[in-house]
């Protein structure tokens, strides 16, 4: 089954303390990405990767990183989360720039 | 970049009517307009897609048209069902921006029996 997989789906941390959200796609894309939710804000773009060892910033890329070193696997790093980074995060994966993309279910993460 | 504005935030309709969320665009360089679906405690799901060198395109009870020269496209559900209740959003790709998905801030609908 195509597929894109995060985790964890649900996070509680403290801020300061360095934390990886894994994401996983099993359809050979090339191109992924990650995106944050907010209420009222919608779906905003963090980072993207057109390929292994490619990734360029989104428009909120402050206090991330990622990076993509298989085709699978694209995680996203948060060296020193603040609380303001509290979201639901998803990632997502396409084989080409007018095709479907594939979302993960989510993973809801609190900074407290 | 590109902007991406849908209305309205929040539709309610009774079952059976119709619901259209509209939305606009900025870059006059976009020419892929999927719309996706979102359920609660779930990822996002396209539901139908537009390329720029489409109209209007169908799948049974959805439609999608796109107006190029005014860079608007809308969603149209017909006989609305309960289970359509969700949260939809709009999103156009630009050529421009590589590989960017920008996505309007979403619209709540509720189909009411």
């Known amino acids: 089954e195509a597929q894109v997989t995060q985790n964890p789906r649900y996070l509680i941390t403290v801020t300061g303390k360095k934390l990886t959200v894994t994401c996983s796609q099993n359809?050979?894309?090339?191109?992924m990405s990650w995106y944050r939710q907010d209420p009222g804000l919608g779906l905003r773009q963090i980072y993207y990767?057109?390929?292994?060892?490619?990734?360029d910033k989104g428009d909120v890329p402050e206090g991330y990183k990622v990076s993509r070193k298989e085709k699978r696997n694209f995680p996203l790093i948060l060296e020193s989360p603040s609380p303001n980074q509290t979201s639901l995060y998803f990632c997502?994966?396409?084989?080409?720039?007018?095709?479907?993309?594939?979302f993960g279910q989510g993973t809801r993460l609190t900074v407290v | 970049g590109e902007n991406v504005e849908q209305h309205p935030s929040t539709l309610s309709v009774q079952e059976g009517d119709s619901a259209v969320i509209k939305c606009t665009y900025s870059?006059?360089?976009?020419?892929?307009f999927p719309w996706y679906k979102q359920e609660l405690g779930k990822g996002p799901q396209l539901i139908i897609d537009?390329?720029?060198?489409?109209g209007e395109k169908k799948d049974q009870r959805i439609a999608v048209t796109l107006n190029k020269t005014a860079k608007h496209f809308s969603l149209h559900i017909t006989e609305t069902q309960p289970e359509d209740s969700a949260v939809y959003f709009c999103?156009?790709?630009?050529?421009?921006?590589?590989?960017?998905?920008?996505f309007g801030k979403g619209t709540s609908l509720l189909v009411t029996p």
């Open positions: 537009i390329r720029s060198n489409v």
């Open positions: 997502a994966s396409t084989q080409g720039l007018s095709t479907e993309a594939f």
């Open positions: 870059d006059s360089a976009s020419n892929y």
């Open positions: 999103a156009a790709r630009s050529g421009n921006s590589g590989y960017a998905l920008n």
């Open positions: 359809m050979n894309h090339e191109y």
């Open positions: 990767s057109m390929n292994v060892e490619v990734t």
